[in-house]
């Protein structure tokens, strides 16, 4: 391991050394994003970028893909110093980054995506008419498809309609088209289910295969053992050690991440076990009868009482994600009932939903969950800022006072409450999204992925937000795709598969030992891909 340092270490030079950052600098107003950091990545090489939200990871991404430009400090490609003006000269010097928000044209097929800018023409004066070759495009990339067990039946389709996994390969395949060296992914299994991530570690070890290294960023620190052949560890915009595969384990990663010992996932849920009060006798918040739209779902009821936390749970596709968008008023209903407190409610907007007392928390942060460019404090307070009006007119000093409490309840991390929005880390962008949905005030709050992109620290976080506004009387429903996540923090888990509710479980807090967990995740996945009952 290399040891933590003053200043960053050396890079011993090699021939297989196809990029590095040496001693590199990245400063924004008020702060240092990146300070005195260099590492090394070989051809045919897995390494893992892994720290806290806020510790640079972000920073590190964008000066490769020439998004930012760094203060001090440079960037070495295939041993050669290089100023990376930008994405398209990235790609140019054969660098791709695969970000965690999707890039695709949802409305666009795969051959299309991963030909978007660069498409090949035919027939008489190519130039002039702009007659696209289809056949030849697919031609040039099918081998690459079929060799990443795309089914190549899809490649007609639009992206919309592909899976999580599905889009994560057309991606790939986009950057191997354009002969890229290096593939740097950004939390490429965030959303995913445990088949399709399985699938994407099967497909990450055969871009190994074909020598292209992968800069791998990722939150979810069990994955790094017999995957990733170098971590590299940033705490505090710092890089401060680099284990090998031989010395990765989740606990000695956290410990270099937030100084600390926290084992894995399954101790910060363990921590939070036996926070919910039993439930079983709580007046009912939230009740919905007969839902359906669509393809989507069908004929879904479920009931959430006062204290508790209810789970749901499934595959990707199930169903989950557009009945909460449902509940909400995102998207019409086909026929069902809604009820808040035992009164039937009608909802066809997100607006009517808060005015009824149901708050949401998206799972689609940058696109949904907040407003880039306004300020910390708008942020948190825009969903109830009639409460800061006096004679009609917005009085900052209580919105700018709100925003403040929750700050510092919150543990938010920020400058100032002026600060921009996309300025802060992901984890700390998530607990103001959770933060708007508290000050509204709701009877129950739905949280869709609550943490997805964000460091092992911040979830603990969220967990303890998520327990303390239930602990104070309020209601949650949690959707995640982390089957240990849901089933130890809910009161009971809705499994779903093919937009149906097929069959009710406990949480780990009814488990009476390990035998019981294990059966608990067995039986869950069972009902997930159709294989048994409750």
């Given at each position: 391991?290399?040891?933590?340092?003053?200043?960053?270490?050396?890079?011993?030079?090699?021939?297989?050394?196809?990029?590095?950052?040496?001693?590199?600098?990245?400063?924004?107003?008020?702060?240092?994003?990146?300070?005195?950091?260099?590492?090394?990545?070989?051809?045919?090489?897995?390494?893992?970028?892994?720290?806290?939200?806020?510790?640079?990871?972000?920073?590190?991404?964008?000066?490769?893909?020439?998004?930012?430009?760094?203060?001090?400090?440079?960037?070495?490609?295939?041993?050669?110093?290089?100023?990376?003006?930008?994405?398209?000269?990235?790609?140019?010097?054969?660098?791709?980054?695969?970000?965690?928000?999707?890039?695709?044209?949802?409305?666009?097929?795969?051959?299309?995506?991963?030909?978007?800018?660069?498409?090949?023409?035919?027939?008489?004066?190519?130039?002039?008419?702009?007659?696209?070759?289809?056949?030849?495009?697919?031609?040039?990339?099918?081998?690459?498809?079929?060799?990443?067990?795309?089914?190549?039946?899809?490649?007609?389709?639009?992206?919309?309609?592909?899976?999580?996994?599905?889009?994560?390969?057309?991606?790939?395949?986009?950057?191997?088209?354009?002969?890229?060296?290096?593939?740097?992914?950004d939390e490429p299994t965030a959303g995913l289910t445990e088949h399709e991530r399985i699938a994407l570690f099967r497909h990450m070890r055969r871009l190994q295969e074909r020598d292209t290294a992968v800069l791998w960023v990722t939150h979810r620190l069990e994955e790094?053992?017999?995957?990733?052949?170098?971590?590299?560890?940033?705490?505090?915009?710092?890089?401060?050690?680099?284990?090998?595969?031989?010395?990765?384990?989740?606990?000695?990663?956290?410990?270099?991440?937030?100084?600390?010992?926290?084992?894995?996932?399954?101790?910060?849920?363990?921590?939070?076990?036996?926070?919910?009060?039993?439930?079983?006798?709580?007046?009912?918040?939230?009740?919905?009868?007969?839902?359906?739209?669509?393809?989507?779902?069908?004929?879904?009821?479920?009931?959430?009482?006062?204290?508790?936390?209810?789970?749901?749970?499934?595959?990707?596709?199930?169903?989950?994600?557009?009945?909460?968008?449902?509940?909400?008023?995102?998207?019409?209903?086909?026929?069902?009932?809604?009820?808040?407190?035992?009164?039937?409610?009608?909802?066809?907007?997100?607006?009517?939903?808060?005015?009824?007392?149901?708050?949401?928390?998206?799972?689609?942060?940058?696109?949904?969950?907040?407003?880039?460019?306004?300020?910390?404090?708008?942020?948190?307070?825009?969903?109830?800022?009639?409460?800061?009006r006096r004679a009609g007119l917005l009085n900052s000093r209580m919105e700018a006072d709100e925003a403040d409490r929750y700050i510092a309840d919150l543990q938010i991390r920020a400058r100032s409450n002026r600060q921009p929005m996309d300025s802060l880390s992901g984890?700390?962008?998530?607990?103001?999204?959770?933060?708007?949905?508290?000050?509204?005030?709701?009877?129950?709050?739905?949280?869709?992925?609550?943490?997805?992109?964000?460091?092992?620290?911040?979830?603990?976080?969220?967990?303890?937000?998520?327990?303390?506004?239930?602990?104070?009387?309020?209601?949650?429903?949690?959707?995640?795709?982390?089957?240990?996540?849901?089933?130890?923090?809910?009161?009971?888990?809705?499994?779903?598969?093919?937009?149906?509710?097929?069959?009710?479980?406990?949480?780990?807090?009814?488990?009476?030992?390990?035998?019981?967990?294990?059966?608990?995740?067995?039986?869950?996945?069972?009902?997930?891909?159709?294989?048994?009952?409750?």
């Amino acid at each position: 391991m290399t040891a933590a340092a003053e200043t960053a270490p050396e890079i011993a030079r090699s021939a297989a050394e196809v990029l590095a950052i040496d001693h590199l600098v990245k400063r924004f107003p008020g702060t240092v994003a990146v300070d005195d950091v260099s590492f090394a990545i070989e051809r045919g090489a897995i390494h893992a970028l892994v720290g806290e939200n806020g510790a640079g990871k972000s920073t590190i991404i964008k000066v490769l893909s020439g998004v930012y430009q760094p203060d001090g400090g440079q960037v070495l490609v295939r041993g050669e110093p290089k100023r990376i003006r930008s994405p398209h000269h990235a790609q140019e010097l054969g660098v791709t980054t695969i970000h965690q928000e999707q890039t695709l044209i949802d409305s666009l097929t795969a051959i299309e995506n991963v030909f978007l800018g660069r498409e090949h023409l035919k027939g008489p004066l190519p130039r002039v008419l702009n007659i696209v070759d289809t056949g030849r495009m697919r031609q040039e990339v099918l081998s690459l498809f079929e060799d990443f067990e795309f089914d190549i039946r899809q490649l007609g389709r639009a992206v919309r309609d592909l899976s999580g996994l599905e889009k994560q390969i057309v991606e790939i395949v986009k950057a191997l088209a354009f002969r890229s060296e290096v593939i740097i992914m950004d939390e490429p299994t965030a959303g995913l289910t445990e088949h399709e991530r399985i699938a994407l570690f099967r497909h990450m070890r055969r871009l190994q295969e074909r020598d292209t290294a992968v800069l791998w960023v990722t939150h979810r620190l069990e994955e790094l053992e017999g995957m990733a052949d170098r971590v590299h560890v940033l705490r505090d915009a710092r890089l401060v050690g680099t284990l090998t595969k031989e010395e990765v384990t989740p606990a000695r990663v956290v410990r270099m991440m937030i100084g600390r010992d926290v084992d894995s996932i399954e101790s910060l849920v363990a921590e939070q076990k036996g926070t919910a009060a039993e439930t079983a006798d709580h007046d009912e918040v939230l009740r919905v009868e007969g839902l359906s739209r669509g393809r989507d779902f069908t004929d879904v009821s479920l009931m959430v009482r006062r204290g508790e936390i209810l789970g749901i749970g499934g595959l990707a596709g199930a169903g989950r994600t557009a009945l909460a968008r449902a509940i909400i008023g995102a998207d019409r209903l086909d026929s069902g009932e809604i009820h808040i407190q035992n009164k039937r409610v009608g909802i066809r907007n997100t607006a009517r939903a808060l005015t009824a007392g149901i708050a949401y928390v998206p799972k689609e942060r940058k696109t949904q969950g907040i407003l880039p460019e306004f300020s910390v404090t708008r942020n948190i307070t825009m969903s109830a800022l009639e409460r800061f009006r006096r004679a009609g007119l917005l009085n900052s000093r209580m919105e700018a006072d709100e925003a403040d409490r929750y700050i510092a309840d919150l543990q938010i991390r920020a400058r100032s409450n002026r600060q921009p929005m996309d300025s802060l880390s992901g984890g700390n962008q998530q607990k103001a999204i959770i933060a708007r949905a508290l000050s509204a005030g709701p009877a129950v709050i739905i949280f869709d992925e609550p943490t997805q992109g964000v460091d092992i620290g911040a979830k603990m976080e969220i967990f303890k937000l998520i327990n303390d506004y239930v602990a104070g009387g309020g209601s949650a429903v949690i959707i995640s795709s982390e089957m240990v996540e849901l089933l130890g923090l809910s009161s009971r888990v809705l499994v779903m598969r093919k937009g149906q509710i097929v069959g009710e479980l406990p949480g780990y807090q009814k488990a009476g030992g390990e035998a019981d967990v294990h059966s608990l995740e067995e039986r869950f996945m069972a009902l997930a891909v159709g294989a048994g009952t409750a």
